[in-house]
T-cell receptor
């Protein structure tokens, strides 16, 4: 029974490039959440999705960031034209109730 | 006022001691409460749910005080491996979204 999968685990991008982060939820889970964590800081909520729907994107920056959770396939967090300040750990969690289970995260480094 | 507040610590505690953390929340309508732990550079992991009657899991005890809107976590006979950041988590509203505290850092010293 695989847990939440995220890939890649590490991603290096130059400023101005695009970053695509993938998250496959735990089997049977239809809710996906994306969080960002800067070094030595707490977890910051970004977006909450269900299949084909964005439920809450109040934590997502208005520009350059987008997320989707299609009917088939993983959830994708997309960051366009990355800047150094986007360097962080991005965690995905999934649930089918209030208990959220996390993937190992993607560490994005922007050079 | 933050929706979920925790003392950031760090709490420096000798091995074998008992340590307790509190967390306060602002939404009186919240119904679900959790403690997660996060090790350095790792993902948060669910430690335990917090039930109205309080619950215990081995050396860990969680309590909920609805009247005062706080949740507590007690760790008995602390081990070196308990060193981590402990995150207090509360449900946001009618959907499954959660509100996360900033965490309390615990360091167990030999």
């Amino acid at each position: 029974n695989a847990g939440v999968m995220q890939n890649p685990r590490h991603l290096v991008r130059r400023r101005g490039q695009e970053a695509r982060l993938r998250c496959s939820p735990m089997k049977g889970h239809s809710h996906v959440y994306w969080y960002r964590q800067l070094p030595e800081e707490g977890l910051k909520f970004m977006v909450y999705l269900q299949k084909e729907n964005i439920i809450d994107e109040s934590g997502m920056p208005k520009e350059r960031f987008s997320a989707e959770f299609p009917k088939e396939g993983p959830s994708i967090l997309r960051i366009q034209q990355v800047v150094r300040g986007d360097s962080a750990a991005y965690f995905c969690a999934s649930s089918n109730n209030y208990e959220q289970y996390f993937g190992p995260g993607t560490r994005l480094t922007v050079t | 006022r933050k929706e979920v507040e925790q003392d950031p610590g760090p709490f420096n505690v000798p091995e074998g001691a008992t340590v307790a953390f509190n967390c306060t929340y602002s939404n009186s309508a919240s119904q679900s409460f959790f403690w997660y732990r996060q090790d350095c550079r790792k993902e948060p992991k669910l430690l335990m749910s917090v039930y109205s009657s309080g619950n215990e899991d081995g050396r860990f005890t969680a309590q909920l005080n609805r009247a005062s809107q706080y949740i507590s976590l007690l760790i008995r006979d602390s081990k070196l491996s308990d060193s981590a950041t402990y995150l207090c988590v509360v449900n946001k509203g009618s959907n499954y979204q959660l509100i996360w505290g900033a965490g309390t850092k615990l360091i167990i010293k030999p």
